[in-house]
């Protein structure tokens, strides 16, 4: 099969999810044409995975495309963001149809569970490399941003951290469990750390529901202690972490947990008298410490200072 | 220099061309805020340059980065878009600050040329590869789309074709002359190939001007045989081309210049009736063969049937 073919191929398993709410034009032209709601902005971002760096080359493709949506769609969860749709950058070694059919799976299911559509793409020959932009839309005044933290907000957490952290140091992170498999593991389950490596949970309901009410946000990506001293940075302030607050999947150190990437939870600052709005949010989460005057991040176990050996990861580091 | 000093070094030299007009947000948050003009739909499409593929991995940093930016705005003017911005992805073997600040001045260059704003991007380390995405605006039913050409319409192309694929065979080809110097080359010019090749035009004032004129229009990447032969497949017609009608850049053949890609040209169809408004467009076209029922392409020679060896290229081929 050459490129065309391929891509016809994708577009067919993509199905739905190329088309319908608010595409006008889809994949096939030179680009997509879709409408944003009047009163909108437009919320953009890129990411790359890249084979051997942020997945195993041999990974699954089913979950390579699930995991490339799932990572990209959480910036805009981290913006307080609607998703909108993706467009889908693929460089393959070779035409594998059998490859690319898992790999456009994937990437139809994620689209499915995240609801944003497909809207365009590119196919081409190269090291393996998956590059998604993700759209959507935000009131502009709504918009979550990095630098809003002010000195006494609160320092929040959503969900359990360290899982995807756990999964890269495992045996079977090459040839994990199938995508229905792994999303039927609950937290005790020894797969879950695959789970939460490969099949990211963007937190698009609670970055909706925190418009208003948080100062700042951030995805974790780079992990806690980096993506709070990027929200640090923003606002001009300082973060400290109470390490034995933040919720950590089981059988994590809250070290590795504090430290460890890709676990595309929403880490956000509030007000103090915003703290009873905390209950009625539609995730799961904690307060982990305090914004204070200063710069960078620092971590208290107990009320004692820690130091971490590595505060996130960085390329060219 | 690390990932987050690297991608402050490229905002930096970016300069100017990350803000202002339409950027409400550009880079260093979770993602770009932009506002997308009320009574027009967001136009969007995503290109890959892979070193190796589409240009010589050891070609100057700066050319690339124009190269790149070209490239991707050229779908917008094949839409008959107006530009608004680009999503940057850029995956670096090493972390050259050298190479990676002549290529934002590349990038830099290119935006202010096209007009387009850089409103976000990502950095990542492995083969290199660079990944644009980019967004501009039109009024739904002015975009220019593949499908609409009809039997009897004519089949245009604008500027000369050719040059780019001549490019490809050049010992100079990975040491060419810097940007300043290409960009001064005529079509007489020796160098004028690598000017074509680096440093592509994407004819956006020319798409603006084909709104409600052409009937199908698609940007020439692939080969002007191969794309053409999209937009006949796209709207259920056959093309015919009339190779001594093609305008071709000095030196080039006919033949390579019409199976040749890269040109970032327009080719497009328009209503015989409308023939006359061909003289008040803003580039010079040349009618080059005409719209009949059928499927596929054919490429006549004064008359007689020529067949080519190739008809543009595609990956996996």
Same mark, same amino acid.
């Given at each position: 099969?050459?490129?065309?073919? !391929?891509?016809?191929?994708?577009?067919?398993?993509?199905?739905?999810?190329?088309?319908?709410?608010?595409?006008? !034009?889809?994949?096939?032209?030179?680009?997509?044409?879709?409408?944003?709601?009047?009163?909108?902005?437009?919320?953009?971002?890129?990411?790359?995975?890249?084979?051997?760096?942020?997945?195993?080359?041999?990974?699954?493709?089913?979950?390579?495309?699930?995991?490339?949506?799932?990572?990209?769609?959480?910036?805009?969860a981290a913006m307080g963001?609607?998703?909108?749709?993706?467009?889908?950058?693929?460089? !393959?070694?070779?035409?594998?149809?059998?490859?690319?059919?898992?790999?456009?799976?994937?990437?139809?299911?994620?689209?499915?569970?995240?609801?944003?559509?497909?809207?365009?793409?590119?196919?081409?020959?190269?090291?393996?490399?998956?590059?998604?932009?993700?759209?959507?839309?935000v009131a502009?005044g709504d918009a979550l941003l990095r630098s809003g933290a002010r000195a006494g907000d609160l320092v929040c957490v959503s969900g359990l951290l360290?899982?995807?952290?756990?999964?890269?140091?495992?045996?079977?992170?090459?040839?994990?469990?199938?995508?229905?498999?792994? !999303?039927?593991?609950?937290?005790?389950?020894?797969?879950?750390?695959?789970?939460?490596?490969?099949?990211?949970?963007?937190q698009i309901a609670l970055g909706r529901a925190l418009r208003g009410v948080a100062t700042a946000a951030i995805d974790v990506?780079?992990?806690l202690?980096?993506d709070l001293?990027?929200v640090c940075?923003?606002s001009?302030v300082a973060g400290v972490i109470d390490l034995e607050n933040v919720p950590i999947?089981?059988?994590?150190?809250?070290?590795?947990?504090?430290?460890?990437?890709?676990?595309?939870e929403l880490c956000f600052t509030i007000a103090p008298g915003d703290r009873k709005q905390l209950n009625s949010l539609p995730a799961a989460v904690a307060v982990i410490g305090r914004i204070e005057p200063?710069?960078?991040?620092?971590?208290r176990?107990?009320?004692?200072?820690?130091?971490?050996?590595?505060?996130?990861?960085?390329?060219?580091?």
């Open positions: 099969m050459d490129e065309f073919q !391929l891509i016809d191929r994708l577009i067919g398993i993509l199905g739905d999810e190329v088309r319908g709410r608010g595409i006008l !034009l889809g994949p096939g032209d030179d680009a997509s044409l879709v409408e944003i709601p009047v009163g909108t902005v437009a919320v953009s971002s890129i990411d790359t995975l890249v084979a051997g760096v942020h997945f195993p080359a041999a990974a699954p493709a089913e979950l390579i495309g699930h995991r490339a949506l799932g990572v990209s769609v959480s910036d805009l963001a609607d998703p909108d749709y993706v467009l889908l950058a693929l460089t !393959l070694p070779d035409g594998s149809e059998q490859w690319l059919t898992a790999f456009a799976r994937g990437v139809a299911a994620a689209a499915r569970r995240f609801g944003v559509k497909v809207a365009g793409g590119n196919l081409a020959q190269g090291p393996l490399n998956v590059t998604v932009s993700v759209h959507g839309h502009a360290g899982g995807a952290a756990a999964a890269l140091s495992r045996a079977d992170l090459e040839h994990p469990a199938n995508a229905a498999t792994l !999303l039927g593991c609950a937290p005790e389950d020894p797969l879950y750390p695959l789970r939460r490596y490969y099949l990211p949970e963007p990506s780079d992990g202690v980096a001293g990027h940075r923003a001009g999947v089981p059988g994590c150190t809250p070290q590795a947990a504090a430290t460890g990437g890709d676990d595309y200063g710069t960078g991040v620092s971590v176990l107990k009320g004692e200072p820690l130091s971490l050996s590595r505060g996130g990861f960085r390329h060219f580091g």
